[in-house]
């Protein structure tokens, strides 16, 4: 007999729908490197013939470069922003009694519900009231305020994932609160503050409705592989610069999977 | 500054949570060197208190003293306590030994000496060899002794036990309990040891305070609480009881004749003040005290007869379920299996004599 | 003896500094502790939220004349907001394609989350990366793949045209609403299964197995259990597709044609071409507030519909 429960007994039919699904999901994002190495300028089939100009002159394209290094800074800070700020709250909300939480909580998190359109008009009205100059600045500042949301709900994941009393047993132990922190909080969420850090960083890299609006004269990345899109002679560049984003992100999200699903080992009473 | 006699004392101590009261004006002390319980079923207080004592929460009204000084503005990480905790607590990023050795950092303790007293630590739980092990690699029983080690290495004053027991197996913690014990006594410290397992609290304390709804109730050595509680309610806890209601027709001598329901009119020591002619009371025995026999015995003792309902057997001892006529609750009687006490025949349905001594009859206010 | 030193230490409180007593005190409070930590993260998300968003609003009352603003207050923007009919059209025509979108999506998840939360005992987490990493890479290249698919010379026209099937290419693939919710479907899936299967792989197994014991049969179990108890996941996932597809330019831009264009195109060009920045705020506001209003809607309805069936 089978090994799982009779609830769990295993649906052909629903295999092969798992399987049509993943497809649906997989086969169109694998174009883009299957034509990044047609020799061919136009996307089409039947394909020509192999070849890796499309990545050299890629390599040759300095506007690229400088906004892959824009996309990249603009990434990392908004990223490490955005998961201090997320360490903070979670570590917050889940070890004190705080009046009013839930409103505070929905406060933090309506950035997931709002569309980015809606906040990038608005920061865009603010910035420009008040007198400042668009630039990667803004930008940085509008991702830190889309990715704090998915910084927190990371973060507070781990932080509930680890008791409590060992925080309290640190301190009983002598330490400081910032002895404890350093000493046994950080060492236990680490996991969470690095998977927060990945995410938030790929939220950044890749967005592009708050950028448009935002970006003053230096283009980020998005903004730059939007430029591209509208000359058809340059797409052969882009789906070769596509290819290896994906190749690139499919690495980190892998790692940063890794990571989360990387469980502390709570104490737990028994064997 | 302090007499060993308060080396723990709490004044008027409270707790509220919002509207909860978690700890209600609670006023005691604990002596140096003692093996003192707190007592109670869960949400009366007891962890809160200790908690309270750690540092973790701070008191609504009232004041702590540890061997002297105030505690209210103490924070836990500058208190002269050390806890074990519930589900341990142990570091699951540290080895047993930077377990051990977390809390020495901040005693200014050369390194050398911080080695030794680990190793020295745990020689004492008995767990040499285990420093490399992480708490995902130890048993509930050596986590327990992990914890223990860490929190006494540090040579609290006071060592605060979160029912450190609870999570254990039966028989790991009987075993556990005559560890504690001996330990307690060899390293001296005043152990406060917070409990739901009556038994446990008999079997290990100097003395017990024991809680409900955030009140202490009494707070007495095993002995006194075993046989001497001042309360229907602590009698009820501690241990198995029979009651019955009763009125004193008279106090004469240091004894009182009652009037008892089904029982008829008894005689029994008077050591309280309401014992008082015509006030309305409680008796109670326990079930080893009363004595089950086919015909009336002759030494006198007081007896009624009674009919047997049911009987279990408890391996040590039978438990006799009796009814007398006139007393709504059955009797539960406890009979060694020796039989000592008993006599043959009792079957069920069977009719027989219950008999007590007079001095085994406890007389208790009535709420 | 020994009360009398409690008492006296406890009546007369040595000659603290109020520095640290006032420290002591926030020591004690539990709220304020958490209110500090919390302090910088509510502070920015004021400055670059509720902020921007009050100004927004402030501006919506205003009229640009030129390169500056009227600041004198009007509602001329929301009332030409409702009158104009190529407005009502937009907001309209992006209500309907982001929710055909949502409810597809939905749709088309549940199986594919319903069949890793019961069916994969092993590597359940390799499953959930495979569904998730393709939302991790590039939006805009998503999207562009679509086009590659989708468009007149694309994948599947060429593809058809090879195989001799089709003698022209078919120009309806492209540049139509329907190109709009298949790409934005594929685009949000990963926002449909998470929440999907977070629900249920919440539900207790044995809930189940009860239900099978009383007598259902597989269909009636899942009428009867797993689907209202993941109704949660459902409604979760339905808005958080709905809601930033409504707000979504890229796509109509890149795959929607004349016919495609959303509202947020509209918006997003008064801050561009058109250069009306009150009217692209209340055009703003106008969709916020309906997608609110349809989003608190559908949540009572269905809260309502699965409390009657319980």
């Known amino acids: 007999m089978t090994e799982v429960a009779y609830i769990d007994r295993p649906s052909r039919a629903l295999y092969f729908y798992a399987i049509l699904y993943l497809g649906f999901l997989y086969i169109p994002v694998l174009f883009l490197p299957m034509f990044s190495f047609n020799d061919n300028i136009y996307i089409a089939f039947p394909l020509k013939g192999f070849t890796t100009k499309w990545y050299m002159e890629m390599f040759n394209n300095q506007p690229m470069w400088a906004a892959l290094n824009n996309s990249f800074n603009v990434a990392c800070v908004s990223a490490a922003i955005a998961t201090l700020l997320g360490l903070f709250g979670a570590k917050a909300v889940t070890r004190y009694r705080i009046p009013g939480e839930k409103p505070i909580i929905f406060v933090i998190m309506l950035p997931m ?129 596509g290819s290896l984003i994906l190749v690139v992100s499919f690495v980190v999200v892998f790692f940063s999977q890794w990571l989360r699903s990387y469980r502390v080992e709570k104490t737990q009473p028994g064997i | 500054m302090t007499s060993n006699n308060d080396f723990v004392s709490l004044t008027d101590v409270s707790k509220h949570f919002g509207s909860v009261v978690a700890v209600d004006h609670l006023s005691f002390t604990i002596s140096r060197g003692e093996f003192f319980s707190l007592l109670g079923p869960s949400g009366c207080g007891k962890t809160t208190l200790l908690r309270m004592l750690a540092g973790f929460e701070s008191p609504t009204t009232g004041e702590i003293y540890i061997d002297g000084a105030p505690m209210s503005e103490v924070p836990p990480h500058h208190r002269p306590t050390n806890m074990v905790f519930q589900n341990y607590a142990i570091f699951p990023h540290l080895n047993v030994r930077a377990n051990l050795a977390y809390g020495l950092r901040y005693d200014k303790i050369e390194k050398a000496e911080v080695g030794r007293r680990v190793e020295e630590a745990l020689e004492m739980v008995k767990l040499p060899g285990f420093g490399n092990r992480r708490s995902n690699e130890l048993s509930g029983g050596e986590r327990q002794r992990v ?133 309305n009371i409680i008796v109670a025995i326990r079930p080893e005290k009363l004595i089950l026999s086919a015909e009336r015995r002759s030494d006198g003792l007081g007896a009624v007869q009674c009919t047997i309902k049911t009987s279990a057997y408890l391996g040590d001892r039978d438990h006799f379920y009796v009814s007398v006529d006139g007393c709504e609750k059955p009797f539960a009687v406890a009979i060694a299996e020796t039989g000592a006490n008993s006599d043959q025949s009792l079957d069920r349905q069977s009719i027989v004599w219950l008999s007590w001594a007079d001095e085994s009859l406890i007389l208790l206010p009535r709420d | 003896m020994n009360e009398t030193t409690i008492e006296v230490s406890a009546l007369a409180p040595s000659p603290k500094s109020w520095g640290r007593r006032l420290y002591a005190w926030y020591l004690r409070s539990d709220a304020l502790k958490g209110f500090t930590l919390l302090s910088p993260t509510l502070l920015v998300m004021g400055l670059t939220m509720l902020i921007p968003f009050g100004i927004m609003v402030t501006i919506s009352f205003w009229a640009q004349i030129g390169f500056e603003f009227d600041t004198t207050f009007t509602l001329a923007n929301y009332g030409e907001g409702v009158e104009q009919p190529l407005y009502r059209a937009l907001l309209l025509r992006s209500l309907a394609i982001s929710g055909t979108c949502a409810v597809v999506t939905v749709l088309v998840s549940y199986p594919m989350a319903y069949y890793v939360a019961f069916h994969v005992h092993k590597h359940k987490m390799t499953w959930i990366i495979l569904m998730t990493v393709p939302f991790f890479t590039s939006y805009l290249l998503r999207v562009f793949a679509w086009k590659v698919i989708l468009g007149y010379n694309g994948v599947i026209n060429s593809g058809l045209k090879g195989l001799g099937l089709i003698e022209e290419p078919l120009a309806f693939l492209l540049y139509s609403p329907t190109a709009v919710v298949i790409t934005l479907a594929h685009a949000w899936a990963a926002f449909a299964i998470l929440p999907i299967y977070i629900s249920l792989e919440k539900i207790d197994r044995s809930l189940l197995e009860a239900a099978t014991d009383l007598g259902d049969g597989p269909v009636k179990r899942f009428l009867g259990v797993t689907l209202p108890l993941s109704m949660p996941g459902v409604i979760a996932a339905t808005l958080m597709i709905f809601i930033p597809t409504v707000g979504d330019y890229v796509t109509p831009a890149l795959v929607g044609g004349p016919d495609g264009i959303m509202i947020a195109n509209l918006i997003q060009a008064q801050f561009g071409l058109v250069n009306n920045w009150p009217m692209g705020a209340a055009l703003a506001i106008d969709m916020m507030v309906v997608v609110a209003v349809i989003s608190l809607l559908y949540i009572w309805l269905t809260r309502k519909i699965t409390e009657k069936i319980a």
């Not at chain 2, 860490?150 to 028989?171: C, S, Y």
């Open chain 2, 147 to 279: 914890a223990l080690a860490r929190a006494l290495i540090k040579r609290p004053k006071v060592l605060l036990l979160d029912e450190p027991l609870g999570a254990l197996d039966k028989k790991l913690r009987e075993e556990m309990q005559l560890e504690l014990r001996a330990l307690q006594e060899s390293v001296g410290i005043t152990f406060i040891f917070v409990t739901h397992d009556q038994e446990e609290a008999l079997t290990l304390s100097t003395r017990i305070a024991v809680m409900t709804r955030g009140k202490a109730l009494q707070v007495a050595s095993p002995k006194d609480l075993y046989n001497h509680p001042v309360s229907v309610e602590v009698a009820d806890f501690i241990g198995q009881m029979n009651f019955v209601e009763a009125q004193v027709m008279d106090v004469r001598n240091g004894e009182a004749v009652l009037d008892a329901t089904g029982l008829g009119k008894i005689t029994a020591p008077a050591s309280s003040d309401f014992v008082q002619k015509g006030a």
């Open chain 1, 113 to 241: 519900v709002v569309p980015y359109i809606i906040m990038g008009v608005a920061l865009l009205i603010l910035i420009t009231q008040l007198g400042f100059d668009l630039s990667l600045y803004t930008v940085t500042m509008a991702h830190v305020l889309i990715s704090v949301p998915f910084a927190m709900a990371t973060l507070i994941s781990r932080f509930e994932g680890f008791d409590q009393a060992l925080e309290e047993a640190s301190t009983d132990l002598g330490a400081s609160p910032l002895s404890t922190f350093w000493r046994v909080t950080l060492p236990l969420v680490f996991p969470g503050v690095l998977a927060s850090f990945l995410l938030c960083f790929t939220i950044s890299f890749d967005e592009f409705i708050m950028a448009y609006f935002l970006a003053g004269t230096d283009p980020t990345l998005p903004i730059f592989i939007w430029s591209q899109l509208r000359f058809p002679l340059r797409l052969p560049g882009v789906l070769a610069l």
